[in-house]
Nanobody, 126 residues
Framework: QVQLVESGGGLVQAGGSLRLSCAAS????????MGWFRRAPGKEREFVAA?????????YYSDSVKGRFTISRDNAKNTVYLQMNSLSPEDTAIYYC??????????????????WGQGTQVTVSS
């Protein structure tokens, strides 16, 4: 059983930064791509960022966060991170990490991921 536990959320003013962490259980962490998604109030879950397995050479971002957010991973710690800079109230959401199981180049669809964390709340005040 794989468990993903997010942390690092909180309340921040517009223009500020937060770093989210997602700690994964299991010995096969490095074999899987990982993604971050978010769900804002009244909206569907949307893709934020993803990183490929192992060396994390390839990263993917939604247009709304590109240039402001950075995804990275530390396979020795079984952890994936999301550094969020220049936050705006539109970034307010619950942020989820997920493990990508389905192979292929489509990273933005939720059905490509099997295990999900419980989420961490990010609130950006204006």
């Amino acid at each position: 059983q794989v468990q993903l536990v997010e942390s690092g959320g909180g309340l921040v003013q517009a223009g500020g930064s937060l770093r989210l962490s997602c700690a994964a259980s299991g010995r096969t962490f490095m074999r899987y791509g990982m993604g971050w998604f978010r769900r804002a109030p009244g909206k569907e879950r949307e893709f934020v960022a993803a990183i490929n397995w192992s060396g994390g050479i390839y990263t993917y971002y939604s247009d709304s966060v590109k240039g402001r957010f950075t995804i990275s991973r530390d396979n020795a710690k079984n952890t994936v991170y999301l550094q969020m800079n220049s936050l705006s109230p539109e970034d307010t959401a619950i942020y989820y990490c997920a493990r990508k199981t389905v192979s292929g180049s489509i990273w933005y669809r939720t059905e490509m991921y099997d295990y999900w964390g419980q989420g961490t709340q990010v609130t950006v005040s204006s």
